[in-house]
């Protein structure tokens, strides 16, 4: 089945530093990746919306200067979380969709568990 | 906002089917019903989709009522490594976004 890889899994870094997150999707092409963030105890809520060759579409409340997604391949999305701070420790996610017009599911990475210490 | 309305939580004994209901009444004629689920400290686990014909797969039966508004995921033989949080979600088809509700939590009990 479809396949998206997170990468890192962990990562621990000091306040004011910046963490680059990547998700790929590995056997099919996506024109959509959507990132997601995760608290402890809650569901996940959808930061934005990332379109190959476009910019992001990011959801009520998101900081686009915070959270900088590059969405430059067909098979790669990132996001940069800049100069974090332990208020951005969190579980974040991203999921991809091959075709526009296909009724197939996301399929999910397995996460990013960020500490910011 | 979540277009749907779950139950917090449920129990299931092991070997036992689990029942999951899904309330989506205000549900559009092209949206389908995805159910996913996420086990703890993983990203969501696709399950199952549909429109309105109940489906089937190796993991789980989908059954849609015939308004739509609701559905039921069922679990024919739970086992402790189907507990997680199961979320339905309703979406069109293509790359829109998909947004999550507070989901079931599931313990399926020895």
């Known amino acids: 089945g479809a396949v998206v890889s997170q990468h890192p899994s962990w990562v621990i870094c000091k306040s004011g530093t910046s963490v680059k997150i990547e998700c790929r999707s590995l056997?099919?092409?996506?024109?959509?990746m959507f990132w997601y963030r995760q608290f402890p105890k809650q569901s996940l809520m959808l930061m934005a919306t990332?379109?190959?060759?476009?910019?992001?579409?990011?959801e009520q409340g998101v900081e686009k200067d915070k959270f900088l997604i590059n969405h430059a391949s067909l098979t790669l999305s990132t996001l940069t979380v800049t100069s974090a701070h332990p208020e951005d420790s969190s579980f974040y996610i991203c999921?991809?969709?091959?075709?526009?017009?296909?009724?197939?599911?996301?399929?999910f990475g397995d996460g990013t568990r960020l500490s910011i210490l | 906002d979540a277009k749907t309305t779950q139950p917090p939580s449920m129990d299931c004994a092991e070997g036992r089917a689990a029942n999951l209901p899904c309330n989506h009444s205000?549900?559009?004629?092209?949206?389908?019903v995805y159910w996913y689920r996420q086990i703890h400290s993983q990203g969501p686990q696709y399950i199952i989709h549909?429109?309105?014909n109940n489906e089937t797969n190796e993991m789980a039966s989908l059954i849609i009522t015939e308004d739509r508004k609701s559905s039921t995921l069922i679990l024919p033989h739970a086992t402790l490594r189907d507990t997680a949080v199961y979320y339905c979600?309703?979406?069109?088809?293509?790359?829109?976004?998909?947004?999550f509700g507070a989901g079931t939590r599931l313990f399926v009990k020895a």
């Open positions: 999921s991809a969709s091959g075709h526009s017009d296909s009724n197939q599911p996301q399929h």
């Open positions: 056997d099919f092409q996506a024109t959509t």
């Open positions: 990332s379109n190959e060759g476009s910019k992001a579409t990011y």
């Open positions: 205000t549900i559009s004629g092209n949206e389908y």
């Open positions: 549909g429109l309105k």
């Open positions: 979600i309703v979406r069109e088809p293509g790359g829109f976004k998909t947004i």
